[in-house]
């Protein structure tokens, strides 16, 4: 059950270009994907308050992601996700986080091929 105090960031459908694959023809050519991130932080602060530094900002953890996709090269779908769970869980307030990364047209009669990782907060 949640904390009546969780906020929930979704960042939906994050359309990138980058380098994906083992075959010549994807070492070559940048392709699609399609990235989804949900985080769960504690955001009791943040619904008390009008100020940025209270709250996960959303802007930040996206624009380190597109800077991952775009500045890189993947050989493995599960290495390039679990960069982006990295980033999206790396703030010691998220609690949990899971990524699903899409490579559209991966398999000839398929709409895409996607891999998801979850991270969840070990309380010890």
């Known amino acids: ?15 990138l270009r980058t380098y994906i694959g083992i075959k010549q023809e994807e070492i070559d050519n940048q392709q699609d994907v399609i990235v989804n991130v949900v985080i769960h932080y504690c955001a009791e602060q943040a619904r008390q308050s009008e100020d940025i530094n209270e709250a996960l900002n959303y802007r930040t953890i996206t624009k380190k992601v597109i800077a991952l996709i775009e500045n890189n090269r993947f050989s493995l ?15 010691n307030w998220v609690e949990y986080a899971s990524v699903e990364i ?12 996607s891999m998801e990782l979850c991270y969840h907060k070990h309380n010890d």
């Open 102 to 113: 899409d490579k559209p047209h991966a398999l000839r009669f398929a709409d895409s091929v």
């Open 1 to 15: 059950m949640l904390n009546p105090n969780t906020a929930i960031i979704r960042i939906k459908n994050l359309r």
């Open 77 to 91: 779908l599960e290495n390039l996700t679990s960069q982006v769970l990295a980033i999206a869980s790396e703030h």
